[in-house]
């Protein structure tokens, strides 16, 4: 099985190259619950990783003000939600409070409620307590019209959105966990939408669970799911999220789905951080594509855990003997990587100065970076559009939208 070609660099948070002459140095029980296992061993990893931990160094830490990104504009569609939100806002000229009010005495009366209502109302809930008569009117919903309703349109991700858009991640773990609700949120966008809220928010712990939530009720993975699973498990940073990675990695071999690279990557730096040499080796095993920095960076450190301190100069060397094209992107070393090596190279007087020498010519030729492995990991690769991300009041300023033919009284 191999992972999907992706670039790993990108339209990401951009890291700048180090100016020329300052080359600082720096100073299977869990698993088995993905898998439909026992709760005990999820319960465990995130108590492990709840556990104080000093900043992340070396090679593992982020430059100042980098960003995190995992799934862009075109998987969570925010922007195209709250576009429609202004659109429909329109259509009750900025007061959504006479609709609200019918859809009260509608939840009052016990009457159907109908799909553009439940529709219209999620675009047009600004508030938590708006949020909170969504949720009333969804059970209603969902009671009344059960998992048929659903066949041709999908509400779970307009919830998603509406929860990520007004940062309320307790609604949504709430309603997306709830059995009453069982078929509400039956693809995998839902899901999707808030583990990148947890994971943005740091709740990489709630994002685990909800990713174990998502494998209970059967919803099928995908390429997004896995580049999401092994993001989170790298962030968990424990023995049982190192478990975890694995298990995910055998299963998606047995079904024969296709993993993004970058899921690969981060399971590799995960296994690093555990310091699993020998199953961060069998990732990188895994990984066909390898003309691109973060296979190379991730490559060199593993060569230098293993104790291969010459096959990290042949890997480097090589760097340097490339003649790459003007409009190819060169292979880039991040800084704190090379400290690492240099720092390890020191107890060898021959191999610290080859990579001296090197080091000039990394130098020399614009190869080196400050971005650090994490920040190369969450750079968004440059086949794909802009991270998600909401509009500002101004875009959203509901004067500025198109009016459409009303469907808010359709019955």
Not at 65 to 92: H, P
Not at 115 to 137: F, I, P, Y
Request: charged content about 25%; overall charge positive.
């Amino acid at each position: 099985m191999a992972p999907t070609e992706e670039a790993s660099g990108g339209a990401g948070q951009a890291c700048e190259r180090p100016a020329p002459g300052r080359g600082g140095r720096p100073g299977h029980k869990m698993a088995a619950v993905v898998a439909g296992g026992s709760q005990r061993v999820v319960r465990e990893a995130v108590r492990r990783s709840a556990a104080v931990r000093p900043p992340a160094s070396g090679c593992w830490g982020c430059a100042p003000g980098g960003k995190r990104y995992l799934l862009t504009e075109d998987d969570i569609k925010l922007q195209e939600f709250q576009q429609m939100k202004v659109a429909i806002r329109n259509e009750v000229h900025g007061n959504k409070d006479p609709y609200f009010k019918s859809i009260k005495e509608k939840l009052k009366k016990n009457g159907m409620i109908l799909k553009n209502e439940l529709k219209n109302l999620l675009h047009l809930c600004q508030t938590s307590s708006d949020v909170e008569l969504a949720r009333k009117v969804i059970y209603r919903y969902h009671e009344q019209n059960g998992i048929t309703a659903f066949r041709n349109f999908k509400f779970g991700p307009l919830f998603m959105r509406l929860c990520y858009e007004l940062d309320l991640e307790r609604p949504a773990v709430e309603l997306i966990k709830d059995q009453n609700l069982r078929g509400f949120f039956s693809e995998s966008t839902s899901f999707h939408i808030l583990m990148t809220m947890l994971f943005k928010k740091g709740h990489f712990e709630s994002a685990l669970e909800v990713l174990v939530e998502m494998k209970k009720q059967g919803i099928p993975f995908n390429k997004e799911t896995y580049l999401l699973a092994f993001a989170i498990c790298y962030k968990l940073d424990n023995l049982e999220s190192c478990k975890i990675s694995a298990k995910l990695l055998e299963e998606a071999q047995v079904k024969g789905d296709v993993l993004p690279l970058r899921a690969f990557y981060f399971a590799v730096a995960t296994a690093l951080k555990q310091n699993d040499v020998a199953q961060a080796k069998f990732y990188c095993s895994q990984i066909i594509k390898t003309e691109n920095k973060l296979y190379n960076n991730l490559k060199v450190l593993v060569q230098l855990r293993s104790g291969l301190l010459e096959e990290v100069i042949k890997t480097l060397e090589a760097a340097v003997e490339v003649d790459t094209p003007p409009f190819v992107k060169k292979i880039e070393f991040s800084e704190q990587v090379l400290a690492t090596v240099r720092e390890k190279m020191e107890e060898n007087p021959n191999l610290s100065a080859k990579l001296g020498d090197i080091y000039k010519k990394l130098q020399a030729s614009g190869r080196i970076t400050i971005c650090t492995l994490e920040d190369m990991l969450f750079q968004i690769p440059s086949s794909k559009k802009t991270p998600a991300k909401l509009l500002n009041q101004k875009q959203l300023g509901y004067q500025a939208a198109k009016p459409r033919r009303s469907d808010l009284l359709l019955e």
